[in-house]
């Protein structure tokens, strides 16, 4: 029984840690990136999506949406180069 309390209390703090994370800086949906990188208006969201497969981006799942790090990308919307 005791080993359930921990395992509660960790995705407890879990959860906590992952949403001031999100609460502290800029994440961004892959629809949001699209729209702001003016992507394909049909799909704004397959670029993101692309580059998360690639491994150029990555993204945090999140109320059942990824989430992507705004600081990952350029001023353009795609991933900044270095980092992958």
Not at 39 to 53: D, E, Q, T, Y
């Amino acid at each position: 029984m005791r080993n359930v309390r921990l395992d509660i209390r960790s995705a407890q703090k879990q959860a906590k840690a992952l949403e001031a994370v999100l609460e502290n800086s800029e994440w961004l949906t892959a629809e949001e990136i699209g729209e702001r990188g003016e992507f394909s208006p049909s799909n704004p969201a397959a670029a993101a999506i692309r580059w998360k497969l690639e491994g150029k981006i990555f993204a945090v799942p999140y109320k059942g949406k990824d989430r992507f790090p705004r600081y990952g990308l350029d001023e353009a919307f795609r991933p900044i180069p270095e980092w992958h």
